[in-house]
T-cell receptor, first 113, second 113 residues
Framework: DQQVKQNSPSLSVQEGRISILNCDYT??????FLWYKKYPAEGPTFLIS?????DKNEDGRFTVFLNKSAKHLSLHIVPSQPGDSAVYFC????????????FGTGTRLKVLA | DGGITQSPKYLFRKEGQNVTLSCEQN?????MYWYRQDPGQGLRLIYY???????QKGDIAEGYSVSREKKESFPLTVTSAQKNPTAFYLC????????????FGAGSRLTVL
């Protein structure tokens, strides 16, 4: 039972355009969400997060949107750059009791120059 | 610099041998985690520990064991009972206060021949 899903395994975007990566979750106990970027044979690096008390969080070129009723979040990257090419993982966790972070399967983003 | 050190980076073992992956952090974080990454399956939680001398099974704990005798150390043993041990293993940690963000190490690639 996959509690965090990223249904698009890959995405190609032209440099300068917007990249939109999507993530869905099923567990209503999740109230904290994170996005990570990962290169091959390296550990993931944290990009941006959002708490369930918000519906939007912005950091530079990265914006995360949360739709709690739909159990859906998305990461927008504007403008996309070739250096953004990587695998992006979303993760979710409850923030009461056990902090158990569950990750999606990842979306490979390729930004074309 | 504070961070998480995983060793070894690459490890080859024969089938039926136990192997221990090291994870050390100097971030003074209380919680530590082990994940496994396989192609197309994202990051799956093996074990996690929220405090010293305590740990819980994740979603795929069978065939693995851990210990948490010191705050800074959380070694993972891959036993001969693990059916498909070849994978990329990631260790992470989280501080109890402040942002609920996981910090990852660079990973260890285990190949069983």
């Amino acid at each position: 039972d996959q509690q965090v899903k990223q249904n698009s395994p890959s995405l190609s975007v032209q440099e300068g355009r917007i990249s939109i990566l999507n993530c869905d979750y099923t567990n209503s106990m999740f109230d904290y969400f994170l996005w990570y970027k990962k290169y091959p044979a390296e550990g993931p690096t944290f990009l941006i997060s959002i708490s369930s008390i918000k519906d939007k969080n912005e950091d530079g070129r990265f914006t995360v949107f949360l739709n709690k009723s739909a159990k859906h979040l998305s990461l927008h990257i504007v403008p996309s750059q070739p250096g953004d090419s990587a695998v992006y993982f979303c993760a979710a966790s409850p923030t009461s009791g056990t902090y158990k972070y569950i990750f999606g399967t990842g979306t490979r983003l390729k930004v074309l120059a | 610099d504070g961070g998480i050190t995983q060793s070894p980076k690459y490890l080859f073992r024969k089938e039926g041998q136990n192997v221990t992956l090291s994870c050390e952090q100097n971030l003074n974080h209380d919680a530590m985690y082990w994940y496994r990454q396989d192609p197309g399956q994202g990051l799956r939680l093996i074990y996690y520990s929220q405090i010293v001398n305590d740990f819980q099974k994740g979603d795929i704990a069978e065939g693995y064991s851990v210990s948490r005798e010191k705050k800074e150390s959380f070694p993972l043993t891959v036993t001969s009972a693990q059916k498909n041990p070849t994978a990329f293993y990631l260790c992470a940690s989280r501080g109890m206060w402040g942002a609920n963000v996981l910090t990852f190490g660079a990973g260890s690639r285990l190949t069983v021949l």
